[in-house]
Structure formats: structure tokens, C-alpha cells
């Protein structure tokens, strides 16, 4: 365990360490997040993961990342190959973590254990990855994502059960040379985000459940995937959303033979190097339909849902290994006879990325572990309002998050920063991509109106936020609660007033209405994170973390606080980025003296 408070000037880089041991706020979360027991086992298994994705993966993604992929379309004769070349090490990074479980664990029972454990474990698997690489990320999530969906819809009645049964046994293989990876083909040209304008069709053929698809895909990650899903329209299946069906579509057919598409070309994108991206066009692909026919929208929200739940855990992760970066420079970089950590200025920075890391993670794990809970149980009504209504607010707003987070980590850079081979320059490339995989913010402010209309999710949101509220105790919390309380009623207004509203009004206000809601459950949720903490550790530290982000976020100070003379970031420098313990009765002022 590492000594604390962290001396971060042992490090000359946000890398050879361990990310799992060395992050006390991801450790928190992921201790909140998971059943206890769960926990219990899996905290040897994460630092594992922490140390070579602090070691061995990182210093692979690097080389990955300058160097890339290569495909090429055409043999030497001229004939369709379809084949990519990857880098060398990314294969040793594979191995790496598919033997460790990431696609295997929520579906089977890992050695040392005899249930599958819970989707906060992956997910937390795939927050310590992305410290490194969320292009590394991406086919790790989606082909979980994947296999999601033929585990829930493909049943022994299906016609191709036994067929669709050896993907999802490939696809959650903790054998690497038995591991397929999956692959989410969803991006048309023409639709974008209307998914509903996509034009792709399916023709059947004489066996039953195997189509011909004809058509294109523009944004394709992962392009040569075995466990590819890809939505196409039947004959006479109705116009829009409602008449596509879900297909897989491999990259060979079940002879062995190159399946009939064309990879036309491989996007020059600005990041996620270690995902190959590219262009897709079906010429008559064999497909293996899933689930029931024109249900497909359906089913790819199944897949929806947990992979912008994997953006969110993607972009906290870019967020720790962008703070982490910072709070080395910061320690070893000198200025005018200091290192730049010892500079008020500076350490106000530090504090606002230690704060914003920790309320993003705060609300993608409080995301996360409602959607376990929904996947453990369907029937779960609470669980499911709320995965609906948190995972897109989740992912939208961490991935914005994320964007920042890394553009300032060049900044405290410096110059270095701009670099190649620097680090944060890759992560911020990496992260200009999280707001626009898996739905831009305009489509996940208007997904959360129609979750709170449809599934009238406020009735499962309202009860969380008193819950998180009320469990404090320690003064100074109780005095943070009450502004909460205040921002709460007025959401809660705010709702109303939305839902007596035009629809092209409460359009208009959607995004302003995904940020309150973050922020006042977020606030709501470091309250009870902080109270816990007491309670467990008798550390106050968290009441640190809790009192900025709750003024910064609702505290409309005069002059905008500059007059106050109040220098929290400064004083306690140490306990909130450093992660020094604090006695919470240090937080309490003293009661005047009786005269």
C-alpha cells in the first residue's frame, strides 16, 4: 500500500506504478460500488491489473499509438483479403487482459469462485485500462457488449442457437487463442444518430435465420471482428426504428471462407489509434439473425446502455491518468526557486481536476451499480428508472469532463505537453472522441426527457437524493446539506415547470436540465461518500471534496468569492490531492467560550 500522503515527486511520469494502489478515489468508489464480498475477492485481481496496466500496458499503448495498424483490403492478386495488420504488442496487450477475465467474469464464474461476478467489476477492469488507452478500451467493451446481447436474447428455441451459442462462448473466453472480440456496426452515412434513416437490408436465404446483407457502414470500430452486430432492414419490414433487425455479421463464414464485404478503408482519425476504425460495405454478408425479427433497435439498446456506461468509466479513467500526470509535473517541476505545486494558483487547479475527478467518478459508479443491479434482476423497477435516467447524464457529462480535464493536463505541461510520446497529447486526442461515440450530447440530453416522460424516472431519482442527503451528520456536511436541499427543490420545480412546457421548449432547455440533475446528485452522493468515510475511517478528508464542489457548483458568493479571504484549495492541499487523512473534528469550529 502506498504511504500517505502521496509524494508524487517519486514518480517522473504518470506511468510504472500502479494505478489501482496509487488512486485512493477510484478504490473508494469501487469499495461502495460492488457487494461486499465481491470486493473482498476482487481487490487482489484489480491491483494486479493496476500494476501492468501501469507497466506493461502502458508502455505498449504508446508504441501502439505512434505507430497504429495497417489494413489491407487486397492481396497481392487483387482478391477481397479484408485483413488487418496489428501492431505486435497490441496481441501481448490482448493477452493480457482477456485471460484475466474482462469479457469472461460477469458471465461465468472466474477461478477461485462459483457465481459470475457483478458489471461493477468489468467496469471497474475497464476504468484502470483506460488510465492508459480508450482506444485499447473500446473492442474490450464491445465485445462484453456483445456477448450482453446474445446472452438476453438468443434462446434454445432460436434457429441459430447453437451457432449464435459458439460466438458467445468465444466472446467470453478467458482462453486467448479461443477469444473472439465483438463489434458494434451501427453508423450509417446518411442517419448518423438517426439510426431510423439507416438503409442497410437483409435478404433471406433458404436456411432459415441466415440472411444476405447489402449496404454500408461508415464508422466501424473494431472493423474485423467475429462478433460483429449490425442492424438491416428485412423486405416489407416498416420504415424507421421500428423495422430493423439485429444480425451477426462475422468476419468469416462458418466454411471458413472471407465473409462477402468490403473494408474499404481504415479512418485517419485524430486518436484511439489502438482501435482500427474504418468503412464497411456488405455485398451479400452472411448474417445470423438475433433475437425476433424488427426488434433489432431493441436489442441494440441493450448494447447501448452498457457501452455508454463504458464511455462514462472510459472517460473517468482518461480523467486519473490526466490528473495523475498534472500532479507529477507539478511536483517535480520547478519555477522560480519551487516546485509549481507549492504556488497557491496552481494548487487551486489541482484541487478543481481532484474534485471534478472525484464527482465523475462518484456518478458513473453510482450509474454502474444500478445497472448491475438491473442486470441481476430485470423485475427491479428502481434499478431500471435509474440506469435509464444516470448512464446517459453519466456519459455525457464525464465525457465533457474528460475533454477539459486533459486539455488543461497539456497546459501544466507545458510546451511537453503538445509532444508526442508525452502522454497527454494522446489523451487528449483519445478524448475528443468520448462525447461523440455512443451519442452526442444533444441525443443524451434529449434521451434523458424522454426517460423522465416515459419512464417517469423522477419517481426512483427523488428518493435517491433524500436517501444521500439525510445519512449526514458531522456539522460541517449538515451545513453543505441544506444548500443542497435548496438546488434539489428547485430542481425538482424545474422538472415541473419542463413537463408544462412546449416539447420545442423543453428541447431547448434539455442539456441545462442533464447538468442540474448531475449536479445535484453528484453533490448528493459526495455528502454520503464523505459521512461514510467518517463513519468507516473517522477521515475527513472527503468533507474536503464534498465543501468545494458544492460551492463551486451552487454558492454565488459576492464578487464572485474573491473578496471572502476563504482559501480551502490552499490550506488543504494535502488532504484533497495528495490524499493525506484528516481528524474530522479538525472540520469542527470550536463553540465560543461562555463569557
Known amino acids: 500500500m502506498v504511504d500517505r500522503p502521496i509524494d508524487y515527486s517519486q514518480l517522473e511520469e504518470g506511468r510504472h506504478c500502479n494505478y489501482w494502489e496509487l488512486d485512493d478515489t477510484l478504490r473508494a468508489e469501487a469499495a461502495w460500488a460492488y457487494p461486499d464480498a465481491e470486493f473482498e475477492w476482487a481487490q487482489e485481481r484489480l491491483s494486479e491489473l493496476g500494476d501492468v496496466t501501469g507497466h506493461v500496458i502502458a508502455d505498449n499503448s504508446e508504441i501502439i499509438d505512434r505507430e497504429g495498424h495497417e489494413l489491407r483490403t487486397y492481396d497481392k492478386h487483387g482478391?477481397?483479403?479484408?485483413?488487418?495488420?496489428?501492431?505486435?504488442?497490441?496481441?501481448?496487450?490482448?493477452?493480457?487482459?482477456y485471460e484475466r477475465g474482462l469479457t469472461h467474469d460477469v458471465f461465468h464464474a472466474p477461478p477461485g469462485?462459483?457465481?459470475?461476478?457483478?458489471?461493477?467489476?468489468?467496469l471497474t477492469q475497464q476504468t484502470i485500462l483506460s488510465f492508459v488507452d480508450g482506444g485499447f478500451v473500446c473492442p474490450i467493451s464491445m465485445t462484453t457488449g456483445a456477448a450482453i446481447v446474445l446472452d438476453k436474447y438468443v434462446d434454445d428455441d432460436h434457429p441459430n442457437a447453437d451457432l449464435l451459442a459458439e460466438y458467445f462462448a468465444?466472446?467470453?473466453?478467458?482462453?486467448?487463442?479461443?477469444?473472439?472480440?465483438?463489434?458494434?456496426?451501427?453508423?450509417?452515412?446518411?442517419?448518423?444518430?438517426?439510426?431510423?434513416a439507416n438503409e442497410t437490408t437483409a435478404e433471406p436465404t433458404d436456411e432459415e435465420g441466415v440472411y444476405e446483407l447489402y449496404g454500408e457502414k461508415w464508422f466501424c470500430s473494431n472493423i474485423d471482428a467475429e462478433g460483429t452486430l449490425a442492424l438491416a432492414?428485412?423486405?416489407?419490414?416498416?420504415?424507421?426504428?421500428?423495422?430493423?433487425?439485429?444480425?451477426?455479421?462475422?468476419?468469416?463464414?462458418?466454411?471458413?471462407?472471407?465473409?462477402?464485404?468490403?473494408?474499404r478503408r481504415l479512418k485517419d482519425k485524430l486518436g484511439t489509434i489502438a482501435v482500427p476504425t474504418?468503412?464497411?460495405?456488405?455485398?451479400?454478408?452472411?448474417?445470423?439473425?438475433?433475437?425476433?425479427?424488427?426488434?433489432?433497435f431493441k436489442l441494440m439498446a441493450e448494447m447501448m446502455n452498457f457501452e455508454r456506461l463504458t464511455n462514462a468509466t472510459g472517460s473517468v479513467g482518461c480523467m486519473g491518468r490526466a490528473l495523475?500526470?498534472?500532479?507529477?509535473?507539478?511536483?517535480?517541476?520547478?519555477?522560480?526557486?519551487?516546485?509549481?505545486?507549492?504556488?497557491?494558483?496552481?494548487?487551486?487547479?489541482?484541487?478543481?481536476?481532484?474534485?471534478?475527478?472525484a464527482a465523475a467518478l462518484a456518478f458513473a459508479f453510482e450509474a454502474?451499480?444500478?445497472?448491475?443491479?438491473?442486470?441481476?434482476?430485470?423485475?427491479?423497477?428502481?434499478?431500471?428508472?435509474?440506469?435509464?435516467?444516470?448512464?446517459?447524464?453519466?456519459?455525457?457529462?464525464?465525457?465533457?469532463?474528460?475533454?477539459?480535464?486533459?486539455?488543461?493536463?497539456?497546459?501544466?505541461?507545458?510546451?511537453?505537453?503538445?509532444?508526442?510520446?508525452?502522454?497527454?497529447?494522446?489523451?487528449?486526442?483519445?478524448?475528443?472522441?468520448?462525447?461523440?461515440?455512443?451519442?452526442?450530447?444533444?441525443?443524451?440530453?434529449?434521451d434523458v426527457l424522454r426517460v423522465l416522460n416515459k419512464e417517469a424516472a423522477h419517481e426512483a431519482l427523488f428518493p435517491l437524493v433524500r436517501e444521500h442527503v439525510e445519512a449526514v451528520e458531522h456539522p460541517r456536511l449538515v451545513d453543505l446539506a441544506e444548500t443542497v436541499e435548496d438546488e434539489f427543490a428547485d430542481?425538482?420545480?424545474?422538472?415541473?415547470?419542463?413537463?408544462?412546457?412546449?416539447?420545442?421548449?423543453a428541447q431547448h432547455e434539455a442539456k441545462q436540465l442533464a447538468d442540474y440533475i448531475f449536479d445535484v446528485v453528484t453533490a448528493s452522493l459526495l455528502l454520503e461518500r464523505a459521512q461514510s468515510e467518517i463513519d468507516a475511517d473517522e477521515n475527513g478528508r472527503r468533507v474536503l471534496v464534498a465543501e468545494w464542489f458544492v460551492e463551486t457548483r451552487f454558492e454565488q458568493p459576492d464578487a464572485r468569492g474573491i473578496t471572502d479571504g476563504e482559501s480551502l484549495p490552499h490550506e488543504y492541499f494535502d488532504e484533497i490531492v495528495r490524499y493525506a487523512p484528516l481528524d474530522p473534528d479538525a472540520l469542527v469550529e470550536p463553540a465560543p467560550a461562555d463569557d
Request: aromatic fraction near 8%; proline fraction near 4%; charged fraction near 25%.
Open 79 to 97: 482478391e477481397v483479403q479484408n485483413h488487418v495488420e496489428y501492431h505486435p504488442l497490441q496481441h501481448e496487450n490482448d493477452e493480457l487482459v
Open 113 to 122: 469462485r462459483d457465481e459470475p461476478l457483478g458489471f461493477q467489476h468489468v
Open 170 to 196: 468465444g466472446l467470453t473466453s478467458r482462453d486467448y487463442d479461443d477469444h473472439i472480440e465483438g463489434a458494434m456496426f451501427l453508423t450509417e452515412k446518411q442517419g448518423g444518430s438517426d439510426v431510423g
Open 233 to 263: 432492414r428485412r423486405p416489407d419490414a416498416p420504415e424507421g426504428t421500428e423495422g430493423l433487425s439485429l444480425f451477426l455479421v462475422p468476419h468469416t463464414k462458418q466454411s471458413g471462407a472471407l465473409n462477402d464485404q468490403l473494408y
Open 278 to 296: 474504418g468503412e464497411v460495405e456488405f455485398q451479400g454478408a452472411e448474417g445470423y439473425l438475433v433475437g425476433e425479427p424488427e426488434e433489432g
Open 324 to 357: 495523475l500526470e498534472s500532479k507529477v509535473q507539478a511536483a517535480n517541476r520547478e519555477a522560480f526557486g519551487s516546485t509549481i505545486d507549492e504556488y497557491p494558483l496552481m494548487r487551486r487547479d489541482l484541487v478543481d481536476m481532484q474534485v471534478d475527478y
Open 368 to 446: 454502474a451499480s444500478h445497472y448491475a443491479d438491473y442486470m441481476a434482476d430485470e423485475d427491479d423497477e428502481t434499478a431500471f428508472k435509474l440506469m435509464r435516467l444516470l448512464v446517459p447524464i453519466a456519459k455525457y457529462k464525464t465525457a465533457r469532463m474528460a475533454v477539459d480535464t486533459a486539455s488543461y493536463a497539456c497546459e501544466i505541461q507545458g510546451g511537453n505537453g503538445y509532444v508526442n510520446g508525452y502522454t497527454t497529447e494522446q489523451l487528449l486526442r483519445d478524448a475528443q472522441v468520448l462525447p461523440i461515440w455512443e451519442g452526442t450530447s444533444n441525443i443524451l440530453s434529449l
Open 491 to 505: 430542481m425538482q420545480e424545474a422538472m415541473v415547470a419542463l413537463a408544462g412546457e412546449s416539447q420545442e421548449y
